[in-house]
């Protein structure tokens, strides 16, 4: 077994999910490892990792929509609040999903599901470049 | 280090926890991998995996009943409902467990802990089959 | 590639976030591994692992409110109650984060973010000791 990584950036032009399967796949399609583990971390505590249904834009701003109702802005609810009202929601937002996840890859091909895209789940209103660490294990 | 790769096809009866432990620990078994990591991975986006206490029963009612009142069904609340008032909730508890588990395995054996049992968790109505990858990678 | 296991044992002097970044990066530090891909499992059912902000105490406090509200104590709400009040939202703030995270490291450091700090987010009123399985692979 041999392993390769990569710090992917990408930056989302507004909060809530970018698809990144694209650049993803991009990645893992040049590596001379054919099957494995592809695994992403997503090296922020605002930001998130979310692996989703690909095809209905609505499943995607319903998604935003349960996020942003569950973790709400709000004067006086949270006692962190240094960078503005999305700060603490993006945090939670964050705990809420995962920074990481791992999906096989045989044949050269993501092993994901028909309609599972890969997004990054930014939660900040102001997005800044993020990183994604990309590592592949296999051979 | 080797690695070894499995689809488990699974259909859980009805909505909810459906313990796959045994099919697991079993695939694990007949492999001729002793130590190393174990990953799962489903391939859905209305469907996810937890590990959760597998003695008591009634902590399952209250896990899939806690589950549906944080992603209620409801005429109204979601946009994207073109596979029925479970569809939208299906891909809200999705994003708030896991698609993907990875589970250290040890002289053969799983090392996750006394109460732990893995368990695909079926958001759906009307279950379909599930594909799970199991990814094994070790000496 | 190589592999190396360990279990790290830890215990919460109370509930809520107990940073274990120090321990954890300790081992890795410690290994004849550089490069590769670091798995914790947290074999419990109620406690968690936890990648979050580890400069604000405001952030962690925030946090602990936010998941003790998610997941509320109560007479009556849970059909579950054997261990106590606290028994079963500890299940479920258990499933709404997660029992196993990976990093990956690079040169012999964790590649996690400035502000990432890896905890284990204790959800019982009177913590026992916990056992988080440790797994480096890689060269």
């Known amino acids: ?26 990645w893992v399609g040049s590596q001379s490892i054919a099957s494995g583990m592809l695994t992403l971390f997503c090296r922020h505590t605002s930001a998130s990792l979310l692996i989703q249904e690909n095809a209905a834009p609505a499943v995607r701003r319903d998604l935003e929509k349960f996020f942003d109702e569950l973790a709400p802005e709000g004067a006086g609810l949270y006692e962190h609040d240094d960078e503005g009202p999305d700060d603490m929601p993006a945090h939670l937002k964050t705990a809420l999903t995962q920074v990481q996840l791992s999906v096989p890859v045989m044949d050269g091909r993501l092993m994901s599901g028909t309609w599972q895209g890969i997004y990054l789940f930014e939660h900040r209103d102001q997005p800044s470049s993020r990183e994604i660490v990309l590592h592949l294990a296999g051979e």
């Open 1 to 26: 077994m041999r392993q390769a990584m990569h710090v992917l950036k990408v930056r989302a032009k507004r909060r809530g999910l970018l698809e990144i399967t694209a650049e993803v796949r991009q």
